[in-house]
């Protein structure tokens, strides 16, 4: 989605909010951590990328999917971030380094 903020927080002149609404779902058999920080952020077709923004998180209105998931359980969360207003070919990245599971590539529309 692409919240437009309110009176208080607003995207950068030239930005825009990008918010991400995601679930994950633990199915190991060990409890696993989740940083919307260290392990999420958005490239566009140039291949520059973008990091979490607080102020964009806000504004979607949720909180970031964010702390230990136990086996079997799911967390859903939003998550922000600012881009250019000509930025083109996102697509939502989530590294899983913390789980030695490599990278998930989302082209978002």
């Not at 996102?90 to 380094?97: E, M, N, P, R, T």
């Amino acid at each position: 989605t692409n919240p437009p903020g309110d009176s208080f927080n607003q995207p950068d002149e030239g930005k825009m909010f990008v918010v991400v609404d995601v679930t994950f779902q633990n199915q190991g058999s060990e409890a696993a951590a989740l940083s919307s920080m260290l392990q999420m952020y958005l490239k566009d077709s140039t291949g520059q990328g973008y990091d979490l923004d607080l102020m964009a998180s806000v504004a979607s209105g949720g909180t970031t999917p964010d702390g230990e998931i136990a086996p079997g359980e799911t967390i859903r969360g939003q998550v922000g971030y600012q881009v250019p207003v000509d930025a083109t070919g996102l697509v939502f990245v989530f590294d899983a380094i913390m789980w030695d599971s490599g990278k998930v590539f989302i082209a978002l529309p």
